[in-house]
């Protein structure tokens, strides 16, 4: 990695923190904003996940088989469409639950976008404040719903388009071909793609956000920035990948020491546990909003430098020399 990109990493990641840090309503919206998570450590976050999933893959099958057997994955599909076709006609609970499910996920998408706008004025050092980032996120709500629901249908369409002929064949059959032929699949392919249209979201996001551009058009320009700085994108990734663990593992330290001293002492539940666990929680919270907006300041303020200068990063030199070393021996 060269003193260039070691530069633009640190002076990022320190003015992202010092943002974080000197402007503490922004920890408001990032609590609600990891509802959706999709700041840059979660490409990384993602990469485990699905790998660990594709491995689970062969336990998955075979539970899914068992279901398929006994008639009980029938009758889910048909409570399913029941309740669907039935929507109006479900109980009160359910529907205020759903309501409220969508007001976090609507709240979620609001403070994304106050995030966004707030990191990008702040980082060329104009002011701005809770209400006006409040504005952004509201006047951008709709563009950064509709990235979502389009990168969701994709990601999730994706995975139909290729397991649903293979898992029917699977249970129809019982042949464990397919099983092995969508586990290999979703590693090649699922997951490549998965991480691209992550990082196309995030940065059609931003892009709507800072430049209220439409959403046909901020796809395009994520995608040209991406296509350019894929690598980059990943290393940095990858930086803040490893300071969600850091900070995380310190999380659970600063947690756990309490929560072990309240379990271990096998007191009766009384008013001292209930305010522990309560003040836990709190700074449980407290701490996610940080740590959430950090990463979005951050990721914001990388993708205005890759945009406005090239970076090709310490992978993107890797594989240019071992691309040249192996044209050289042709």
Do not use: C
């Not at 070691?6 to 840090?21: L, P, S």
């Not at 109980?91 to 979620?108: F, G, Q, T, W």
């Amino acid at each position: 990695m060269s003193i260039k990109e070691v530069i633009m990493y640190k002076d990022t990641i320190r003015k992202a923190w010092h943002i974080t840090w000197n402007h503490k309503y922004l920890w408001f919206f990032g609590l609600f904003a990891t509802i959706l998570s999709s700041a840059g450590a979660s490409a990384w976050d993602m990469l485990v996940t699905n790998t660990t999933r594709v491995f689970d893959q062969p336990q998955f099958f075979a539970n899914l088989k068992i279901l398929y057997s006994s008639g009980t994955l029938g009758l889910v599909y048909d409570n399913v469409l029941t309740n669907i076709t039935h929507f109006w006609n479900l109980s009160p609970d359910v529907l205020i639950l759903l309501i409220l499910m969508l007001a976090l996920l609507a709240l979620a998408i609001l403070s994304q976008g106050a995030l966004i706008h707030g990191a990008a004025k702040l980082d060329d050092g104009q002011k701005t404040d809770v209400h006006t980032d409040f504005q952004a996120g509201r006047s951008s709500f709709w563009r950064l719903t509709g990235l979502q629901v389009i990168f969701q249908l994709a990601m999730y369409g994706s995975i139909f388009i290729i397991g649903a002929p293979l898992i029917s064949l699977y249970l129809a059959n019982g042949s464990e071909t397919p099983a092995y032929i969508f586990s290999f699949l979703s590693y090649i392919l699922l997951l490549p793609l998965s991480i691209i249209i992550y990082f196309i979201l995030l940065y059609a996001s931003i892009y709507t956000v800072i430049n209220k551009t439409k959403i046909r058009t901020s796809i395009i320009e994520a995608w040209r920035l991406f296509k350019k700085n894929w690598l980059t994108s990943l290393e940095f990734a990858f930086i803040l990948f490893l300071i969600n663990i850091v900070i995380g593992f310190i999380f659970v330290l600063i947690l756990a020491v309490p929560a072990v001293v309240i379990v271990q002492s096998q007191v009766a539940v009384n008013a001292f546990t209930i305010w522990s666990l309560a003040l836990m929680l709190i700074v449980f919270l407290i701490l996610s909003g940080i740590l959430t907006a950090f990463q979005f300041n951050a990721t914001v303020l990388f993708m205005k430098r890759i945009s406005a200068e090239n970076h090709p990063g310490w992978l993107h030199r890797i594989f240019e020399k071992l691309f040249k070393k192996n044209q050289s021996t042709i």
